[in-house]
């Protein structure tokens, strides 16, 4: 399944070479995506425990977030994200969620707690929470309503 999302992750960052007929693919997708996303996206915060680190259902998470983030980087996907039902409430609710793990224990989700010393942790979720923050800030674009919910 991961790597399933990062070959569409490939093909939704090519903008150039997606036809209109692969972007109709893309945006029946987008749908299932965004429901995957909305019932798994509790299994990140499982990898706040070291036995979880390699959690299956975590890591599909973290892909199924960065394909998101890149389908709403594209206008034409865009607005059909912006209007999916409760998208944007459960990527504000996983923020949430996420903030308070890290202030619970040592924050996995960004890179400036996965520092120690000179190396480098390179944990699955780090930059978990700034992709959450790009993916609200995508679909606020230019949507009156959906700035009013944040």
Do not use: W
Request: proline share 1%; hydrophobic share 45%.
């Amino acid at each position: 399944r991961v790597t399933l999302l990062e070959l569409m992750m490939v093909k939704v960052s090519d903008k150039n070479s997606v036809s209109s007929g692969e972007m109709n693919a893309l945006l029946r997708n987008a749908d299932f995506l965004a429901v995957c996303f909305q019932e798994k996206c509790g299994a990140v915060l499982k990898l706040t425990a070291a036995a979880d680190a390699e959690d299956e259902e975590a890591l599909v998470t973290i892909r199924l977030l960065d394909v998101l983030c890149e389908m709403t980087s594209n206008n034409s996907q865009l607005e059909h994200l912006q209007a999916f039902p409760g998208l944007l409430e459960t990527a504000v609710d996983t923020l949430r969620l996420t903030h308070l793990a890290g202030k619970q224990a040592v924050s996995i989700f960004t890179a400036t707690h996965a520092v120690t010393g000179q190396e480098e942790i390179s944990h699955p979720a780090v930059g978990f929470k700034s992709h959450l923050i790009r993916l609200i800030g995508n679909l606020c674009y230019k949507n009156k309503e959906n700035q009013d919910k944040v």
